[in-house]
């Protein structure tokens, strides 16, 4: 199993990233999808969840309404579009299959 994140990066109060994770070597149309944060000092904590197919989706109260999770699976790939971003999202985001995990992208939200 390889999970790779990209797309982190700084961004100021209020902005916006979209984060993707390419996934290999597990059939990626059979498996949910997570996307967890861990910020210095704090647990790794779950951020967003999407079922195999991309019908049902689930979200930390602290993003609901601003983060949006997404997949194509043609392209074995998961997003987290995220939105409206506050000094307090600032961390480093991993997605997360069934016990793996991928090397993490930073997202640092600062003015």
């Known amino acids: 199993v390889q999970l790779v994140e990209s797309g982190g990066g700084l961004v100021q109060p209020g902005g916006s990233l979209r984060l993707s994770c390419a996934a290999s070597g597990f059939t990626f149309s059979s498996h949910a999808m997570s996307w967890y944060r861990q910020a210095p000092g704090k647990e790794r904590e779950l951020v967003a969840t999407?079922?195999?197919?991309?019908?049902?989706?689930n979200y930390a109260d602290s993003v609901k309404g601003r983060f949006t999770i997404s997949r194509d699976n043609a392209k074995n790939t998961v997003y987290l579009q995220m939105n409206s971003l506050k000094p307090e999202d600032t961390a480093v985001y991993y997605c997360s299959v069934v016990g793996y995990w991928g090397q993490g992208t930073q997202v640092t939200v600062s003015s």
């Open positions: 999407i079922s195999s197919a991309g019908g049902s989706t």
